[in-house]
């Protein structure tokens, strides 16, 4: 069989992989030559234990389930809830765009440190959620139930902005397609416009959920035995600060690398299938 020489279609993306996998390779290097240089200038000053930090493994475990559970949950709920503040924000009656709008403005302009102390002493203590969390059967206890309350409050606030971009990005003659076609305004957001608005905004929401993994650090000052409190607990118990805190790091990027790989892939297919 007569050899063929690849198409020009596949060259410039062999060549596209070739150039990523150097990329990649680079940032290792890279970022593997920075802490090694900050490890050998530790090291003048500084006993490492790396044995006995990772006998604490087991702990960050124990954190970790918990950071997935609350980030998990919240994700879930901000996103349900970030779709019906965009939906208000684009009423046509005015009382909930002007809700949706206050919603908005009010949660981007507070640190998210000071919004979970607020839900948590303020909210916790004046709302009894015990009956709640009972019902629930013991999958979350009082301290999650509001931590998770805040962190999804919080972020639909921003996963909001997204969905309405998205919903506003579909040009507006689908909608009048949809209502020439005898479909109430209800129908068409539903069946054409939210349909396209979720396509153009899985990066962006995906990139938003990344966000909300790393605020869930935040939940140690609630004392939720998440990643970061365990972290800092070992640390002041056992004095091997940077050993425990380089772990967190670790254990962060083990969960935000595989969402930031996962957005990063699913904004090449959209933006090649749109050129088709």
């Known amino acids: ?15 596209r992989r070739g150039a990523w996998v150097i990329r990649v390779f680079f940032i290792i290097g890279l970022l593997a030559l920075m802490l090694g240089f900050l490890h050998f200038q530790l090291s003048k000053s500084y006993t490492f234990q790396w044995k006995l930090a990772f006998n604490f493994l087991p702990y960050f475990n124990e954190g970790l389930l918990l950071t997935i559970k609350a980030s998990l949950v919240a994700g879930v709920v901000g996103v349900v809830l970030g779709l ?4 208000a924000r684009l009423s046509p009656f005015m009382q909930l765009r002007d809700l949706g709008t206050l919603y908005v403005h009010t949660f981007r302009n507070v640190p998210f440190y000071v919004f979970v102390l607020i839900v948590y002493f303020g909210f916790g203590r004046a709302i009894d959620v015990r009956p709640l969390v009972e019902a629930m059967g013991g ?12 962190l999804a409050v919080f972020d639909a606030a921003f996963i909001s902005e997204i969905f309405r971009a998205g919903i506003l990005s579909v040009h507006a003659t689908q909608k009048e ?10 129908q068409a957001m539903r069946y054409v416009i939210l349909p ?36 800092r607990e070992l640390a002041a118990h056992e004095g ?6 380089t ?3 670790v ?20 933006s090649l299938d749109d050129r088709h």
């Open 1 to 15: 069989m007569a050899y063929s020489a690849p198409s020009q279609l596949h060259v410039p993306l062999m060549e």
């Open 84 to 87: 019906v503040i965009a939906l």
């Open 139 to 150: 999958i979350v206890d009082e301290r999650l139930f509001w931590a998770i309350a805040a």
């Open 177 to 186: 397609a949809a209502r020439s076609m005898g479909m109430s305004a209800t």
């Open 196 to 231: 396209q608005a979720f396509r153009n905004v899985i990066p962006a929401l995906t990139g938003e959920l990344i966000a909300l993994v790393k605020e869930s650090a935040l939940l140690f000052v609630i004392s939720l035995r998440e990643l970061t409190l365990v972290a």
């Open 240 to 245: 091997n600060t940077f050993e425990f805190y």
């Open 247 to 249: 772990i967190l790091a």
């Open 251 to 270: 254990y962060y990027l083990i969960l935000t690398l595989p969402l930031a790989g996962f957005s990063h892939l699913l904004e090449k297919k959209l």
